[in-house]
């Protein structure tokens, strides 16, 4: 049977992990490679990388965090954030990276997830969508870019399942609401995108405790949960949310 | 003994090759038939869609190399699409494979579970053989895929569930063939890729 995959996220800037924290900006947390190798003997299913250096020049280094990563750790990963063209993606698909994340340049160039996909192949290209509440929207939920600040004319399940014919192969779907709260996840954003669209739905934003992935896999269909500080910070381990998830009747893999 | 990667511009290898080098394999990446040939064994991967692989291979000439490497009797390992263009024919872009290895390859219905499947699910051992030493029964390996290997039951090592129960892991004659990605499926995967390289018959 198919698992349910626990997948760790984490932001890299100038080739450090980096947590972004209200009103003091970024802090360093620690080396992306070693915490990609910590996180895989302790059994996360997949890791997301989203590279949010803001100079050009510095991209460089998470070709090399990409790289280093791929000669440690054999399970699937992906990197997100600064990728703009078909040269972009494969430069990090090269690197070792299995998957690429497009968000904000998906929606200002949508033909770079064809393009993407007819290149590299659907499994390859994941969206990235935030996604905020809004009642003018059809489906109640509006598409937002560059990080959750700029409102997009596009309703988020016809955005979806746009992106779905266009060739992505899986959707990192982030509520903007839940995001940062650590009340959950947003199940019911998280269940109409999941039910409409017949590629995987990874759910992020909003993760603070073990029964907030138990409930967006038991109540809300998703395939995949992503999780950042709440193993960042030490407060739980992969493992000890596997375990959790395992009693309380969700698929998952413990043999690792 | 030197292990032999098939590179016919059908995916990234370089996951393919971390796991050879974390694993101290003697190996070399080409796509000349004349250097494959006088490897020990050939490791035969892909991603991407079946017609165009194949076209790939036939333009390239190593269509022939692979079935000449088949005859010597030297072990080879496909792996996802690797494992699929071995069988006789794909529904994928409708096109006839090497056919190493008797069978077919379909695409999973409409309707059911979503398509492709992707992450990790549990192999069942369905026989004995030497790629599955010291890999438990059931393990958990990383699958991407749209398409799956449908042959006889006696060419099936694995069978894994997913809508119903498909061939995961082939073994005819020299052959072996895994739908999943031993690479990219932690301690289990690498094993079976060891399994592969230590082999010596």
Known sequence: MLKKRVIVCLDVRDGKTTKGIKFKGNVDIGDPVEMAEKYYLDGVDELVFYDITASAEKRGIMIDVVERVASKIFIPFSVGGGIASVDDMRRVLLAGAEKISVNSQAVRNPSIIEEGASIFGRQCIVLGMDAARDSAMPSGYRVVINGGRVPTELDALAWAKQAEKLGAGEIVLNSIDADGTRDGYELNLTKMISDNVSVPVVASGGAGRPEHLRDVFAKANADAALIASMVHYGDYSVSGIKDFLRSSGIPVRSDF | ?201
């Open chain 2, 1 to 201: 003994m030197k292990t032999g990667v098939v590179d016919y511009k059908a995916g990234n290898l370089r996951s393919i090759e971390s796991a050879l080098k974390f694993l101290s394999a003697d190996y070399i990446i080409s796509d000349r038939a004349e250097e494959l040939i006088g490897c020990d064994k050939l490791l035969f991967p892909g991603v991407g869609e079946a017609a165009f692989a194949m076209n790939q291979l036939k333009r390239s000439g190593l269509d022939s190399m692979m079935h000449e490497f088949f005859r010597t009797g030297k072990e080879i390992l496909g792996i996802c699409l690797g494992c699929q263009i071995i069988l006789d024919h794909s529904e994928e872009g409708n096109t006839d494979c090497l056919g190493l290895v008797p069978g077919r390859v379909r695409r999973f219905p409409a309707g059911g579970l979503k398509v492709p499947e992707i992450g990790w699910n549990n192999i069942k051992k369905v026989r004995d053989h030497y790629i599955l030493k010291d890999v438990p029964d059931n393990s958990n390996v990383y699958f991407v895929h749209s398409y799956y290997p449908d042959v006889d039951r006696k060419y099936m090592l694995c069978e894994t569930e997913y809508m119903f129960p498909f061939c995961s892991l082939i073994g005819y004659e020299n052959v072996t063939a895994a739908q999943f990605h031993p690479e990219k499926s932690g301690k289990v995967g690498l094993q079976i890729m060891k399994n592969f390289l230590e082999c010596r018959e």
